[in-house]
């Protein structure tokens, strides 16, 4: 289990979050859901302390547990532990443009992790397949589209070995006709047991793999709940307001 308390963040005298609790279990796809300026992506890069909050706790109960307490002066210390935990997939891929697919996702476990080079080549060859990209392997970012681009950005992360999936509207930058791969490639992963946190607003995608959703606004959790519960009767006017608006009316 991932334990998060009482998680708050904020830029200058804007407060972005305000108190989150969440737990999140292992092999637990979670989606978050919110209007924009809701803190969803704030809280996400909270998770693996790209953004620090200014106090509240991060616990991690599976291998080498660890509990950050963000109040604690000394917590960067607990930083690289924290984000050794999870791999994140952003919005605009952030590949290296200078490094073929290959070696953007051999980068990690070889710079960070200090790992022998011929055995992370070997296990990102077999990401690279897992992802549907086994003959891209040698092309550089430029000679790739969008959606495998996105696809190498997955890989990437995962050859981190984390215990935890972050993804950062991992659709909204792509062209529709795109979209639907990346989609199916984090069923796969969602299929295979990943613990997951998405930021999406892929309603489709969060009926069909969600085991939980979350709908963020103002910088709480407003209501969550399974995805058929959720949609077919949402309690919080907030909710309702903000399914409203993207017409998801029907689960």
């Not at 210390?77 to 051999?106: C, D, W």
């Not at 992963?189 to 009926?207: Q, S, Y």
């Not at 709480?220 to 519960?229: D, K």
Request: with cysteine; proline share 6%; net charge neutral.
């Amino acid at each position: 289990m991932i334990k998060v308390r009482n998680i708050h963040k904020t830029f200058g005298e804007n407060p972005v979050l305000r108190g989150i609790d969440l737990d999140i279990e292992k092999g637990q796809v979670v989606v978050i859901l919110g209007p924009s300026g809701s803190g969803k992506t704030t809280f996400l890069r909270c998770l693996n302390a790209l953004e620090l909050p200014e106090q509240g706790t991060i616990e991690f109960h599976r291998d080498n547990p660890i509990k950050v307490d963000f109040s604690d002066r000394s917590v960067r210390k607990s930083i690289l532990p924290l984000r050794r935990k999870s791999g994140m997939v952003f919005q605009q891929y952030n590949l290296f443009p200078h490094k073929t697919a290959l070696e953007n996702v051999m980068e990690g476990p070889i710079q960070v992790q200090k790992r022998d080079p011929k055995q992370v080549r070997e296990e990102a060859l077999a990401l690279l397949r897992k992802v549907g990209l086994a003959d891209k392997v040698d092309l550089y970012p430029y000679q790739l589209s969008g959606g495998q681009q996105q696809r190498v950005g997955i890989a990437r992360a995962l050859a981190i070995q984390p215990e935890l999936m972050l993804f950062d509207e991992p659709t909204s930058a792509l062209d529709p006709e795109l979209v639907q791969d990346v989609l199916n490639t984090m069923k796969a992963l969602a299929n295979e047991g990943w613990t997951m946190v998405v930021v999406t607003h892929e309603i489709k995608f969060a009926l069909e793999v969600a085991d939980l959703v979350v709908v963020m606004d103002g910088g709480v959790i407003v209501e969550q709940g399974s995805p058929q519960s959720l949609f077919a009767h949402p309690k919080h006017e907030r909710t309702k307001a903000f399914l409203h608006q993207l017409r998801v009316d029907e689960p």
